[in-house]
């Protein structure tokens, strides 16, 4: 019971942190001109490798318009199915790649280190990380009506 309250609690703090990077990228109006920038930031940066630079010159920029559209609806998305535990592992294996791609482009922001570490706990504590789940309280309730 106690692993179930410690994963469940690592796996929804992991949620709340990506729905405020989310909301804090939807209040600043995240967009194309976001993304540029870390395309351009790539660019001229030697601490970024230069698989990522590729990617932002080839993939980024050409789609800068819907990279910054689409990067705080993921995040946002991903903390909404962290906090219910919904694909909690699958959650938990896009958040520590989307901290990976962050930090590749250089990136670095206080809280990530943190995110990566309680992605960690989510994958460490699959089994028990789900237990407090929407789905989890929706069949144990479901369960106990049947019987």
């Known amino acids: 019971m106690a692993a179930s309250i410690l994963f469940g609690a690592v796996r929804v703090g992991l949620g ?35 698989y990522f630079r590729f990617v932002a010159e080839h993939l980024l920029r050409p789609t800068a318009d819907l ?8 995040e946002v998305a991903l903390g909404l199915v962290l906090v219910l535990g919904v694909f909690s592992t699958l959650s938990a294996v ?4 989307l ?15 943190i995110m990566a570490l309680l992605s960690v706990g989510v994958l460490a ?14 069949r144990r309730r479901s369960a106990h009506d049947q019987s």
């Open 16 to 50: 709340l942190l990506w729905l405020h990077e989310g909301y804090v990228k939807f209040r600043a109006h995240f967009g194309r001109a976001d993304i540029l920038l870390v395309v351009d930031g790539a660019s001229a940066n030697s601490r970024v490798p230069e």
């Open 99 to 113: 901290l990976a791609v962050y930090w590749s482009s250089d990136q670095l922001i206080a809280q990530y280190p």
């Open 67 to 74: 990279a910054g559209i689409m990067t705080p609806l993921t």
């Open 94 to 97: 896009a958040s520590a790649g």
């Open 125 to 138: 504590g699959q089994g028990h990380s789900s237990y407090w789940s929407i789905m989890a309280l929706t």
